[in-house]
């Protein structure tokens, strides 16, 4: 009887394996999809879950004016954020090769301030640093970096080429997330149940552990990416009324740099200071090097710790490398989930610990 229930047992783990492997292969192919819906929802849930608890449920049109009403935001959310992306490629690949040729020809018209330097003496730095295993005398720095930005020229366009032959694939994942959305704002409440009641740990783990996820996502949003969409936007203007080439392209490079740790942006606008210096004078050099300290990196003093209150208790260097490694592994949806794992990971390790002292208590008592 006991080797019948054993035997039972096992076949009923196997086949549950076999059951989650034969699900996770299906919902792989929208992984992104179900991801970014489930982001923008959390985001805007809480305007529509507002107009919602101003109408009255027992008015006779409620159900249909809330569908309605979960239309409305769906396609609206995803046309605006469409819209956005749409705009923001189109430019960046534009202003990307116009800067990519600017720099080109600013090194060739500028030669010597960048390769007139004893080739020699640096070989033989570098050949005394690497104890003799490294010999850069047969390499022509010069046409290096020219081969280089000609190359990535030539890579954005083919990106370019990319993009636009995959814009069916975008447009029907769209689509999808609209209809996800849709289904979010009218069923959120009962998917968001079904799914603590399938999760294999006590239901008051589970819902800490969704509730965490919620937190998680709306402060990173709040405290990491409003900040650095912030200091994007005010970047962006400075650069544009100083006339920066590529100002946007530039922009999105500072919200990024924003992330790294001890630089941050001045990563991006303390070159291009020291650029305008040497191009267009000092004074407006000056000019454009204390504004943009002011304005866009010392704001971050203020700015992050308003936002955040403590709400994400975790190093910034964690959040950095997290980001990076969660775009290494899991594409542009690491930007997000790389930090989130990092924190949902410390959440479970809470978890075990109350748990742990819970056992305990009973344990003595």
């Known amino acids: 009887m006991n080797k019948n229930i054993g035997f039972q047992t096992i076949s009923f783990f196997i086949l549950l394996g076999l ?10 192919p929208y992984a992104t999809v179900l ?32 569908r309605f009403l979960a239309g409305t935001f769906a396609v609206g959310t995803v046309v605006i954020v469409a819209a956005v992306l749409l705009f923001i490629v189109i430019k960046l690949v534009g202003q990307g090769k116009a800067l990519f040729q600017r720099i080109s020809l600013f090194l060739i018209d500028h030669n010597e301030l960048f390769f007139n330097f004893d080739k020699e003496a640096l070989n033989e730095l570098v050949i005394k640093l690497s104890m003799g295993t490294l010999d850069i005398s047969a390499i022509d720095i010069k046409k290096e970096v020219m ?26 994942s769209l689509v999808f997330t609209c209809f996800t959305l849709y289904f979010f704002y009218i069923d959120g409440h009962y998917l968001l149940n079904l799914f603590i009641s399938i999760m294999p740990i006590k239901a008051d783990a589970s819902t800490k552990l ?5 937190e998680v996502t709306t402060n990173l949003l709040k405290g990491l990416f409003l900040v650095s969409f912030y200091q994007c936007i005010i970047s962006l203007i400075i650069y544009l009324i100083f006339k920066v080439e590529g100002a946007l392209l ?6 990024f740099s924003s992330f790294l740790p001890l630089v941050g942006c001045a990563f991006v606008w303390f070159p291009i200071g020291i650029g305008i210096c040497l191009l267009e004078g000092w004074l407006k050099g000056i000019i454009f090097l204390l504004v943009a300290g002011t304005l866009i990196s010392f704001m971050d003093n203020f700015l992050r710790p308003f ?3 403590d709400r994400i208790k975790i190093h910034p260097l964690l959040i950095f490398f997290s980001m990076l490694g969660g775009v290494q592994m899991l594409g542009f949806n690491g930007i997000i989930l790389g930090p989130m794992i990092v924190i949902l990971f410390f959440t479970i390790i809470d978890i075990a ?13």
């Open 19 to 28: 059951m989650l492997v034969l699900v996770g292969k299906l919902f792989l």
């Open 35 to 66: 991801f970014w819906s489930a982001i923008l929802y959390i985001l805007i849930s809480p305007l529509y879950n507002k107009i919602i608890a101003k109408m009255n449920p027992e008015k006779k049109w409620f159900n249909l004016t809330r």
């Open 147 to 172: 081969n280089f930005l000609s190359q990535y020229s030539s890579n954005l366009l083919g990106y370019t080429r990319t993009l636009f032959a995959n814009m069916g694939l975008f447009a029907v």
């Open 210 to 214: 969704l509730n965490k996820f919620n």
């Open 250 to 255: 530039l922009a999105i490079l500072t919200f």
């Open 307 to 309: 936002f955040l209150k």
């Open 353 to 365: 610990h109350d748990s742990e002292k819970e056992y305990a208590s009973v344990f003595n008592e």
